[in-house]
């Protein structure tokens, strides 16, 4: 079980339109974007969140291969090896559903959870644009992460049966890292840099279609 919290502080996403692709895909992440944000509770009733830029936390890219049997996501995440844990959320869009998988390092541990992805709708926000809700994970057999604390490289290997044999996948990924002393860097993969008005709206990818399969 989780419990989410989207705020006026949250990475602001969008949904970007892009042409399909076979097999595979990848796209980089401007570098300087990973973002921390200190609050006053001044004025209320939201108060006030000021952003510091950090390199540490920052996500470089996001690759997708679509697979016979498995999809595989892959991020970089720049200093990874630095902070203290990390929580990198992909989201996943198929023909039938939306999808979150969390990969989560704490104390040395890594793990992978799927869930459904059942956020609130838009208009469900508060006056302050905050939103909570409650996930439950899903059994997904042969779901393998891994990290590469050097490269700073963190890959998920997601069977296809787990997302119901999807023709296509779409993806994309927002990071969650704690640099001690109760610093917490955001971050998403954003094209060009574009941001809208709906933190509980992720930044999708293009379609990934299976590799091999007909158009």
Do not use: K, N
């Not at 079980?1 to 895909?25: C, D, E, I, N, Q």
């Not at 059942?118 to 057999?141: H, I, K, M, Q, Y």
């Amino acid at each position: 079980m989780r419990r989410l919290l989207a705020t006026a502080a949250a990475v602001l996403t969008v949904t970007v339109a892009a042409p399909a692709h076979a097999g595979s895909w990848s796209a980089p992440d401007p570098a300087g974007d990973a973002t921390s944000y200190a609050w006053d509770p001044e004025p209320e009733p939201c108060g006030t969140y000021t952003a510091t830029r950090h390199d540490v936390g920052d996500l470089r890219r996001l690759s997708v291969r679509h697979g016979r049997d498995d999809v595989v996501l892959t991020t970089v995440m720049a200093g990874y090896d630095e902070v203290r844990y990390a929580s990198v959320t992909f989201s996943i869009r198929t023909e039938r559903r939306a999808w979150t998988l969390d990969v989560d390092r704490f104390r040395g541990r890594l793990e992978a959870v799927l869930f459904h992805d059942d956020r609130p709708e838009t208009d469900e926000v508060d006056e302050c644009g905050a939103a909570g809700w409650v996930s439950f994970g899903l059994r997904c057999d042969r779901l393998s992460p891994s990290a590469d604390r050097a490269s700073g490289r963190i890959r998920v290997v997601l069977p296809r049966s787990c997302l119901r044999d999807p023709r296509w996948v779409r993806a994309g990924v927002e990071s969650f890292a704690g640099l001690g002393g109760g610093v917490q860097v955001l971050d998403a993969w954003e094209p060009r840099s574009r941001r809208d008005d709906d933190p509980l709206t992720p930044t999708y990818g293009p379609r990934v279609r299976r590799a091999g399969a007909a158009r």
